[in-house]
């Protein structure tokens, strides 16, 4: 086959290609409001040329500052179709890191969700030479164009741009958990490979509706899973952010069978008891990713909710995100956290300090190549030459590979704990607390600078509501199955945990806060 066709293949294409082949199916539901595929085609197109006609060309940088909707997602595909780099923004975020993030990728245009209009306010003098375009609502910011109005006037036909899968699709803002946050830079080529895990690993089924809850600011719910259904020709369902009750709702409403629901939130749905109220029998399968699990929770998925499987993924935004999944739901039984095998077209190698490959079951750096991985930071040498090493991406994670190579997560490298000259990884504590104390809901280990010990193994915790515990019986418990080096030497209870839009503990802000208050 001609390169040139194979390297054809981006976000864009595949929007097109769906509206020919499956015109009338109904494409997106949002709000109680369906579109079919031919309509979606015909907006994005409409959008893609009034983003031409706004001077935009290929390769400028545009943002967007909003919840899930399909016209965040339209936006996605219009850029996609003329070449621009689609960036999001976390709505979570603080008015000075938004403008940060805008600043710092050099973005033409910014696209605010109406009802985030105040927020933008409180950061519009920190960013220069940059148009707003207001979308979802009246406008009432001061010198800022209405999205609406712009895309109406724009024709329908198929944009006349030459885009490649090599090109620059998207630029996302890792989370910051050790610092500023970086642009990751996708190309259009990781995002149709990851679409090839799904089709590949879970593929949708004649009658499947998927159940879009993940935020469309993630790479899991901009294009994992969505990429695919269009490609299909299937529904999906889009929530404009999780809600437990919500999502129940649409799920009986419109007869989900596939969801894709972090660990977090997923517990929340079965902690729910508004679930009860409602028929969630269509619900056939469940992906989940970003935190530790436990059997427990695989067999209430199975039970409780009814599914017929469950899948387990590990990745990161830099590799767009898939690197590893579960096949089979007994494989998170029989392997307690674990994150399944890597994905047939990735290499996964662990490694020591120096990049050396080191044999099953030793702890070391997870490493990565294919074609899902990203092209590198924007505007970042130094961290690119550090994260992407002779065409392995550095993960910045640790972990081990078993003897029937499953891929076992066990700390982010800066997490890592040296307690009196013994290695603590956090997951390993975090796990035998949660064993031995069941009145703990959540729980996130830090190690905190210590004169005596080099780091203090310190645990924060969450109890579930209406138990107590005190924090010595945490501790006493803990030790009995589990190192004394590695048991917590204090224990601090939390309401809640910092998180960020994925769910992973913020816990560089947690020995912040310890640190600030010795």
């Known amino acids: ?46 959008a893609a040329n009034a983003f031409h006609d706004l001077g935009l060309r290929m390769g400028d940088h545009i943002a967007i500052l909003g919840k899930n909707s399909i016209q965040y997602l339209e936006m996605c595909h219009a850029s996609a179709k003329t070449g ?66 712009l895309v109406s006037q724009a024709g329908s036909q198929e944009p006349d741009i030459e885009v490649q899968g090599s090109d620059d699709a998207i630029i996302m803002y890792t989370s910051g958990t050790t610092g500023l946050p970086k642009g990751a830079v996708l190309s259009h080529s990781n995002i149709v490979w990851d679409s090839i895990f799904a089709l590949t690993y879970v593929p949708p089924q004649q009658h499947d509706c998927f159940l879009l809850s993940m935020p469309m600011n993630h790479v899991s719910g901009l294009h994992t899973q969505t990429t695919t259904f269009i490609a299909r020709g299937l529904p999906m369902v889009i929530m404009s952010q999780w809600e437990p009750k919500e999502a129940c709702r649409l799920i009986e409403k419109y007869r989900v069978t596939l969801a894709y629901i972090l660990v977090t939130p997923l517990i929340q749905l079965l902690d729910s008891p508004i679930r009860h109220e409602y028929d969630l029998t269509s619900l056939r399968r469940v992906m989940s990713a970003a935190a530790r699990y ?24 830099e590799a767009a995100p898939i690197v590893s999944t579960t096949e089979f739901t ?61 065409g392995w991406l550095h993960t910045g994670d640790l972990g081990y590979l078993d003897e029937d190579g499953f891929l076992f997560f066990v700390d982010r490298k800066k997490d890592m704990i040296k307690s009196g000259g013994e290695n603590v990884y956090s997951i390993e504590v975090e796990m035998a607390i949660s064993r031995a104390n069941p009145e703990v809901d959540e729980v996130a280990i830090v190690g905190i600078p210590d004169a005596k010990w080099g780091e203090l193994v310190t645990a924060f915790i969450v109890l579930k509501p209406g138990k107590t515990i ?47 208050t010795v």
């Open 470 to 516: 005190t924090p010595e019986d945490i501790i006493a418990r803990t030790r009995e199955i589990l190192a004394g080096y590695k048991t917590p030497k204090q224990v601090i209870m939390r309401p809640e945990l910092p998180k960020n839009v994925s769910g992973k503990v913020l816990k560089r802000q947690l020995r912040e806060s310890i640190q600030k």
């Open 330 to 390: 007994a494989e998170m039984i029989v392997k307690p956290n674990t994150m399944g095998r890597p994905v047939w077209y990735n290499d996964v190698r662990i490694v020591d300090d120096e990049g050396n490959a080191l044999p099953g079951g030793e702890v070391g750096e997870i490493t990565v190549r294919g074609p899902n991985v990203f092209k590198g930071y924007y505007k970042r040498p130094e961290a690119n030459a550090q994260t992407l090493q002779n």
């Open 84 to 149: 621009l780099v689609f960036g999001t923004i976390n709505w979570r975020l603080s008015a000075d890191e938004i403008a940060f993030i805008v600043n710092d990728a050099d973005n033409k245009v910014l696209f605010v969700e109406a009802g985030f209009q105040e927020l933008l306010s409180r950061f519009r003098e920190n960013i220069s030479n940059i148009r707003i375009i207001v979308y979802g609502g009246e406008n009432t910011t001061p010198d800022a164009q209405q999205y609406e109005t």
């Open 294 to 317: 436990s059997p427990e929770m695989v067999a209430r998925v199975l039970n409780e909710l009814g599914v017929d499987s469950m899948y387990f993924a590990y990745g990161l935004t």
């Open 1 to 46: 086959m001609d390169q040139k066709k194979i390297d054809a293949l981006t976000m864009g294409s595949v929007v097109r290609r769906a509206a020919a082949q499956y015109p009338h199916r109904t494409a997106m539901i949002f709000n109680d409001e369906r579109c079919t595929f031919q309509q979606y085609n015909e907006r994005v197109n409409r």
